[in-house]
């Protein structure tokens, strides 16, 4: 008989539009392994009330979460009581960890999330004011949250040296884990392996899939793509989903794609004829917790470069399914090093047999799913 796993959520946890779909593959692979509970959307009876002081202090120029108001975290906490009083389970997953803060309960929590609270907030938000009810409430509530876990799950060894150091807890309550690919079209190994020894290395072509142009550092994009062409590498950099700032100036070399919605048919075999034509995937991002998109480039067989930054690392191991370079290396050093894989076919086809390799065997959700299971039993017995 399958164990019970509540599985809690601010939001709708079916949905393949909160968390960019996550939550949605997280209880769609451990549904083999448990009988799902799943508790979600809760109501924002009491968050509504705070939208008005966020957006009086966004004219400030101050950050105002309105996530961890300690009212907000005390409602959310009655609503899940109420919703489970006469519901038997044997454990609780969740994502979002300050929903645990005034949880009375006696089962046993797992949290499994990216970042934590204070990583969040110095690695996205570092040069903007936040105000301190904010950092003041968020970290009272992450440290109680995580505290009262059984095991706490990140995505990235960054996530869990951060955690350690910011709320003192033993390193022993953590575990890695990465998050697999959001998305359903997954290409299989033998067509794959056809696509990857017949592509067309002429021209390279690169592909940067994200929406925000600044943070998802478009710009060094652009500026990699212009220099390979500068100098005797025809190439082309197809951004997915971005938009420049107004006056930006784009060369030929890219050429931008609108926003694709994974869900919707046409948007999806747009995006795979594009994954299927790249030769890699560039990722520069100034902050980043993950990098989902770099799970699904794995899976396509492309191999990543990207920045070594917050919890990338979780999703691309060098010179497996990818390169990490630190954040200031200079365009030239870049080029070369992508130049000199694509014009030796052997090392191409190495390298993109390498990144599905490294999809295959770590970061598809049926492996994650059984690493997942394995320790939330070995923590139950323990219980």
């Not at 938009?243 to 050429?255: A, E, F, L, Q």
């Not at 999703?315 to 992508?338: H, L």
Request: hydrophobic share 40%.
């Amino acid at each position: 008989m399958k164990k019970k796993i509540l599985y809690v959520t601010r939001l709708d946890p079916y949905s393949l539009k909160s968390w960019s779909g996550v939550t949605y593959y997280i209880l769609k692979y451990i549904s083999k392994y448990y009988e799902i509970i799943t508790v979600g959307p809760l109501s924002n009876r009491v968050r509504i009330f705070y939208i008005i002081k966020r957006f009086v202090f966004s004219l400030l120029k101050i950050k105002f979460d309105i996530d961890r108001p300690i009212p907000v975290l005390k409602d959310f906490a009655k609503q899940i009581e109420n919703k489970t009083k006469n519901i038997d389970y044997d454990a609780i997953l969740t994502s979002e960890a300050s929903l645990m803060t005034f949880l009375n309960t006696n089962k046993p929590i797992f949290i499994y999330t990216d970042f934590v609270f204070s990583t969040y907030y110095s690695h996205y938000f570092s040069e903007k004011i936040i105000h301190k009810e904010t950092i003041k409430d968020g970290n009272f509530c992450e440290s109680t949250s995580l505290k009262k876990a059984k095991k706490i799950i990140l995505t990235s060894t960054f996530a869990i040296n951060d955690a350690v150091k910011k709320y003192h807890i033993k390193k022993s309550s953590f575990h890695y884990l990465p998050f697999g690919a959001s998305i359903d079209f997954i290409p299989k190994q033998k067509l794959l392996k056809k696509i990857i020894l017949k592509k067309n290395r002429n021209i390279c072509k690169l592909i940067s899939i994200g929406v925000h142009w600044d943070r998802k550092g478009m710009d060094k994009a652009v500026k990699l793509v212009d220099y390979m062409n500068n100098n005797g590498q025809e190439t082309i950099l197809y951004i997915v989903g971005a938009k420049p700032p107004k006056g930006y100036k784009i060369s030929s070399n890219v050429k931008l794609i609108d926003f694709l919605d994974k869900n919707n048919l046409n948007d999806r075999k747009i995006l795979i004829k594009l994954m299927y034509n790249a030769h890699f995937n560039i990722l520069f991002s100034k902050s980043e917790a993950f990098g989902v998109v770099n799970v699904e480039a794995s899976a396509f067989g492309l191999y990543t470069i990207t920045n070594n930054i917050g919890g990338i690392g979780g999703a691309v191991t060098n010179d497996i399914n990818g390169f990490m370079f630190k954040d200031n290396e200079n365009i030239s050093t870049i080029s070369k090093y992508i130049i000199r894989i694509f014009r030796n076919k052997d090392l191409f086809i190495k390298k993109s047999f390498l990144s599905r390799k490294q999809y295959q065997e770590k970061l598809n959700w049926q492996i994650i799913s059984k690493n997942l299971s394995t320790i939330i039993n070995n923590n139950l017995l323990k219980n």
